[in-house]
């Protein structure tokens, strides 16, 4: 986030991707130190949120594994994300 790395995260959980689609699989994250808590708090409350996300997938295709490198990268714009109404 905003070019500091934050953490990593893995999951076992298998999941399939139908031909022509996408998934979405749910990755919890582990903080690489806890002294970074409060260094992301105010990065999230800031206007602008730039974001990367490197990731490895292992796909097997006919009993065989291959990994797949993937990275994607943006930045978020606080004051254009929707209003959420508090509950």
Known sequence: INGKKIGKGLSNKPFEIPKLSSATQDVEITLDNLALARRIISMINSEQLAYRIDSVVH?????????????????????????????
């Open 59 to 87: 796909i097997n295709l006919n009993g065989r594994m291959h990994r797949v490198k993937v990275s994607r990268a943006g930045q978020l714009d606080r004051n254009a994300l929707p209003m959420q109404a508090n509950d």
